[in-house]
């Protein structure tokens, strides 16, 4: 059974930092492609950024220069590391898995509240 639990979120001032951190199991964690998603309320699910199986990674733009993903296989973990963060990236914040193992299958994580107060 494949399983992403998130964990990280949580109530920051406008400006600072946040870890999210997302655990896998039950996948081959290293041929799976990983990504890091948000919904604000009211609005649709974005992806924010995502790392390949070859640690090639993209972001979306209203991100770029501010938050890091990264990966570490040994641990089966995806993280994001978020800086100055701004009251617009208030959201519930999933982690997303695409395995290559299971022809494509896409995973979700429940989601972790992430909270920028102004």
């Known amino acids: 059974q494949v399983q992403l639990v998130e964990s990280g979120g949580g109530l920051v001032q406008a400006g600072g930092s946040l870890r999210l951190s997302c655990a896998a199991s039950?996948?081959?964690?290293?041929?799976?492609?990983m990504a890091w998603y948000r919904q604000a309320p009211g609005k649709m699910r974005e992806l924010v950024a995502r790392?390949?199986?070859?640690?090639?990674?993209n972001y979306a733009d209203s991100v770029k220069g501010r938050f890091t993903i990264s990966r570490d296989n040994a641990k089966n973990t995806v993280y994001l590391q978020m800086n100055s963060l701004k009251p617009e990236d208030t959201a519930v914040y999933y982690c997303?898995?695409?395995?290559?193992?299971?022809?494509?299958?896409?995973?979700w994580g429940k989601g972790t509240l992430v909270t920028v107060s102004s």
């Open positions: 997303n898995a695409v395995s290559f193992a299971d022809g494509g299958m896409d995973y």
């Open positions: 039950g996948i081959s964690f290293s041929i799976a492609a």
């Open positions: 790392i390949t199986t070859v640690y090639r990674t």
